[in-house]
């Protein structure tokens, strides 16, 4: 009897420890078991892939690549020896993105993001970015939080409903770090300070006087319906006022009001 009670529970125990492999294997945002050959030409060498990293990623992500971090180009300067390069000396999605790295951790804070490393954040960024530079485009490459903006809302004071990334650009641009010195955290007109105001926070509006938001150009986007400050701006763009696109003859203003 002892002898099969022994038995009984060794079986459950190997039971449950196959129960747990499996969920959590199954609860991986890379699940890549007997996957090999999604991207890697061979399971017995994973050196060469069977396209372009930026290729295989995109299959699954759907990412703006004008307004994400740039890929395909030669850093200037020496990076970490954990960042991985592709043979030609370029960065990939996998010079930031740890794709196995659910595979080394089950710690749910460092996974965010599935990035190399311990840290994130502005901490990533600054593993690679200077931030003693002073011009303005280093200055918001260098204090943001993503290399991908994304329109998720993110609710604030006041009951307003903000998108995340108008929400840190606002932690800024609230008359203490930028020389814009008028800025109210909700939903509504936001002042620019230098004589202009615009709406963030607030649906798009539906009428004449608009352009249909289905047909509006590629580079304005906006956050669950909503308009955010990454509709007009860009952190990429090289126009000086940081625009997603040149304004002159009010080309991006008319690009959503029709008059």
Same mark, same amino acid.
């Given at each position: 009897m002892k002898k099969f009670r022994i038995l009984f529970f060794g079986f459950l125990f190997l039971i449950s420890g196959f129960c747990l492999?499996? &969920?959590?294997?199954?609860?991986?945002?890379?699940?890549?078991? @007997?996957?090999?050959?999604?991207?890697?030409?061979?399971?017995?060498?994973? =050196?060469?892939?069977?396209?372009?990293?930026?290729? /295989?990623?995109?299959? #699954?992500?759907?990412?703006?690549?004008?307004?994400?971090?740039?890929?395909?180009?030669?850093?200037?300067?020496?990076?970490?020896?954990?960042?991985?390069? !592709?043979k030609g000396?370029?960065? =990939?999605?996998?010079?930031? $993105?740890?794709?196995?790295?659910?595979?080394?951790?089950?710690?749910? &804070?460092? /996974?965010?993001?599935?990035?190399?490393?311990?840290?994130? @954040?502005?901490?990533f960024?600054?593993? #690679?970015? !200077?931030?003693?530079?002073?011009? &303005?485009?280093?200055? $918001?490459? =260098?204090?943001?939080q993503y290399a991908h903006p994304a329109g998720?809302?993110?609710?604030?004071?006041?009951?307003?409903?903000?998108?995340?990334?108008?929400t840190e650009c606002l932690s800024c641009h609230d008359g203490t770090i930028s020389k814009f010195p008028q800025v109210e955290v909700k939903q509504g007109l936001w002042q620019h300070g230098i004589g202009m105001s615009h709406p963030i926070g607030v649906d798009y509006p539906r009428s004449a006087d608009f352009t249909n938001s289905e047909l509006l150009p590629k580079e304005i986007q906006l956050f669950n319906g909503r308009l955010g400050c990454l509709s007009c701006h860009d952190i990429y763009s090289k126009d000086r006022n940081m625009l997603v696109m040149d304004n002159r003859k009010s080309r991006l203003c008319?690009?959503?009001h029709k008059k």
């Open positions: 492999i499996w &969920a959590i294997s199954n609860s991986k945002v890379h699940n890549f078991e @007997g996957k090999c050959a999604i991207c890697h030409v061979s399971s017995q060498d994973l =050196t060469f892939l069977v396209a372009e990293t930026d290729v /295989l990623c995109y299959k #699954c992500h759907i990412i703006n690549r004008e307004k994400s971090h740039p890929i395909n180009i030669k850093p200037n300067k020496a990076i970490p020896l954990t960042m991985h390069l !592709d000396g370029r960065m =990939t999605c996998t010079t930031c $993105h740890d794709v196995h790295k659910e595979d080394k951790t089950q710690n749910k &804070a460092e /996974l965010s993001g599935l990035l190399w490393g311990h840290v994130k @954040g502005k901490a960024c600054l593993l #690679c970015h !200077d931030n003693t530079k002073q011009d &303005a485009a280093w200055r $918001h490459q =260098t204090v943001i998720k809302l993110l609710e604030t004071t006041g009951g307003s409903m903000l998108d995340k990334t108008s008319l690009a959503c």
